[in-house]
């Protein structure tokens, strides 16, 4: 690895004079700084960016970290992080945390060893003591809240679009509304389910607990929520389903498939988050669609912006809406 001291013999100067000449032009005679430049170029000498940014108290690094990256929803986040970062002359370091906490713990370790400006991180159901590690660190949490005071949030508002999606499917004719919910110690399976509760309630459908099956936002946790309410005796079993998310989406699909149901003949099926697959899928599938991207953007955005002052700053929560997109997997319910 080429040195600063390299350099400095190849140009016949001192490693300071050949550190102003490459970060402080102006304070180096022209033909001394071309003498270092023509050296620099000459043994491929490139500055160490970290060491200096040390020196400023700059890394110009920030650290995401997310539960589920082949989750398209958060691969999508992430790219509008790393955009805005880019933007700013960022770097992000991703690490996927797979929802667990221990894994998250491990990560911030690693990253703290990288001295980040700040962090944004989709929280595991350990963050609020994970972020100990961290101390003073500017962090921003995405899509969920870990209840840590003083931390930032930029989310979606999860009450209104869920309850915006089971009021479709209750306009359609459908009373019998199952729910394939996230696990109960995330904050968005938590507003999710409340929205689904105030749907029913505002029109007048009693709650009931057995319509209610928990997944774990995965395909495979999807799939046994969505069997174990579609085996209820025909009377009792839901006439349509409400996923909490596209992956547990994906499972209600293949277990509705598996039983030998059509949709939306013989169960209607809407989800939470839009995705590429819901699209091209027969039916297509009706969505409440979530701004990933705007959210990692906007998320990164108020993170730089935060930490570009110099006065602390009091937490804040940004809610952006959601948007019910009406396809064919939702008709009204069969006639028995």
Known sequence: MIKIEDVARLAEVSPSTVSRALTRPE?????????????????GYQPNKLARGLRKRQSHLLGLMVT??????????????????????YVVFLFNTDEQPEKERRYLKELQGHLPEGLLIVPTSQTRQNL????????IELDRTSGTPGVHSVLV????GARRAVEHLIQLGHRRIGMVAGPPTVTTAVERLEGYKQALKAAGIPFQR?????????EEGGYRAARQMLELP???????????????????????RDLGLRIPEELSLVSFDDTRWARLMQPPLTVVAQPAYDLGYLACETLIS??????PVQ???LRLATELIVRSSAAPPPQR
């Not at 304070?27 to 043994?43: D, K, Y």
């Not at 589920?68 to 002359?89: C, M, N, R, S, Y």
């Not at 100990?132 to 962090?139: D, F, K, Q, R, S």
């Not at 508002?157 to 209104?160: E, G, I, L, Q, T």
Request: cysteine-free; charged content about 20%.
């Open 27 to 43: 304070m180096v005679a022209p033909t001394t700084r071309e003498r270092v430049v023509h050296a620099a170029h000459q043994l």
């Open 68 to 89: 589920d990256i082949l989750a398209p929803f958060h691969a999508t986040l992430a790219k509008g992080v790393q955009d805005a970062a880019e933007k700013h002359g």
């Open 132 to 139: 100990g590690i961290v101390p003073g660190l500017t962090v």
């Open 157 to 160: 508002d999860n009450v209104a």
């Open 210 to 218: 057995r319509w209610v099956a928990t997944g774990d936002h995965k």
């Open 234 to 256: 025909l009377e009792q079993r839901p006439t349509a389903l409400f996923a909490g998310n596209s992956e547990m989406a994906a499972g209600a699909v293949l277990a509705i």
């Open 306 to 311: 935060i930490l570009g002052r110099q006065e």
């Open 315 to 317: 937490a804040t929560s």
